[in-house]
């Protein structure tokens, strides 16, 4: 059940696998300590004068069987582990002095049920807030992570095109989003031409702007371990596509926004001529840029927030930080994205003023006023 940890351990032919165990002891030891001889034979002057960062745990696997494994001082400090625990271990066979043992070591905490629950407790705070519309917005955020994982993620995997495929996948997305959640009429489709534009500016310019600044796209270990296990994927190809894909969210809320602001004002007065509404929701839709582009900029922000916290450590010029490429990637993405968002206001306005009649039918202001009650 013991397995010691060792040095000198041929990883040829390892075969690992997450398993699950439930902890049954946990006893801290000092890190000097490898697994050689058993915690309880450790002298106790040797122990006290030392500082026991280490943990030696015991644990019982699903079938019953017991297992040991060592954390080490890093992960004391980030996991915290207690008899009655349920933890995931990594099972690995190697091969030590010509026998195979099985190793077992600390791989994560169990989350998925927690997780589940808070994804739950979202879905019952936006379908109690936005009814059926909220409601109709999580049927669309489901169908849009599904396109993600069975279309786009395979293609640009698989060898296609991954600008032309965050393109295609990004458009699919706005139309199902569009209108499965504001229904199919004109106004959505002003929406739609506007978010198309949009997603098209994004990854024109973040294709001449990642090849100006000769970005690779591999700028931390995920990158590259990325690149390791697809080598003819070009990463410069997806740092544009991620552009694409990244700036979705706020593109639906500002092109939506400008089509309902034009549909409202011509409901309101019918006999304004198009100039007066296009001049109109410019002003509407100016106001909400700056929310916009803060709401892109902060997500960003709190996203690369750790990474910058490391980066200020080091002792480097403001400059020469700021133009590394694994902060120039986000602020380049942070303003093309944001650039794309600016454009695709006056282009959804213009198309909302082309598509709304002169007059709102009266079918349509009836149920304009209908939707307005249940809000």
């Known amino acids: 059940p013991h397995t010691p940890q060792h040095t000198d351990e041929s990883l040829a032919g390892a075969n690992a696998e997450i398993v699950t165990a439930h902890v049954t002891s946990v006893t801290p030891l000092p890190c000097t300590y490898l697994g050689a001889t058993p915690p309880d034979q450790i002298a106790e ?87 059926w519309r909220g409601a109709l917005s ?30 295609v996948g990004a458009t699919s997305i706005m139309v199902i989003v569009l209108y499965l959640a504001h229904g199919i009429s004109h106004r959505t489709t002003a929406a739609l031409f506007g978010s198309i534009f949009g997603i098209l500016f994004t990854a024109l310019a973040g294709y001449a702007a990642t090849r100006w600044l000769r970005f690779t796209g591999i700028a931390s270990t995920e990158d590259a371990s990325l690149a390791i296990a697809v080598p003819d994927l070009q990463m410069n190809d997806v740092l544009t596509a991620t552009i694409v894909i990244a700036g979705l969210g706020v ?94 206001m006056p282009i959804t306005t213009a198309f909302a003023v082309l598509f709304a009649q002169e007059a709102a039918p009266r079918g349509e202001i009836d149920q304009r006023k209908h939707e307005n009650s249940e809000r």
Request: charged content about 15%; glycine content about 6%.
């Open 45 to 131: 002057t040797s122990a006290a004068t030392q500082q026991p960062d280490c943990l030696n745990v015991r644990a019982e696997l699903a079938i019953g069987t017991p297992v040991t494994f060592m954390i080490d001082q890093v992960n004391t400090r980030t996991h915290s582990i207690h008899p009655g625990d349920t933890v995931k271990l990594v099972a690995q066979e190697l091969i030590f002095e010509g026998t195979t043992e099985t190793h077992y070591s600390f791989y994560d905490h169990p989350r998925g049920a927690k997780m589940l629950t808070i994804v739950v407790l979202f879905a019952l705070i936006v379908i109690a807030v936005g009814r």
């Open 138 to 167: 999580l049927v669309g955020v489901g169908t849009a992570v599904t396109l993600l994982v069975l279309f786009v993620l395979p293609a640009i995997l698989s060898g296609e095109p991954p600008i032309l495929v965050a393109i």
């Open 251 to 344: 593109l639906n809320d500002i092109t939506v926004a400008q089509a309902s602001a034009v549909w409202e004002m011509r409901a309101l007065n019918p006999h304004l001529s198009k100039r007066r509404i296009y001049l109109s929701a410019m002003r509407v839709g100016r106001d909400h840029i700056a929310s916009s582009i803060y709401t892109l900029v902060f997500a960003y922000a709190g996203a690369m927030f750790v990474v910058l916290l490391l980066l200020y450590t080091y002792p480097r010029d403001l400059i020469d930080l700021v133009t590394t490429e694994l902060i120039g990637q986000e602020i380049i993405r942070t303003l093309i994205g944001a650039a794309g968002l600016v454009l695709s």
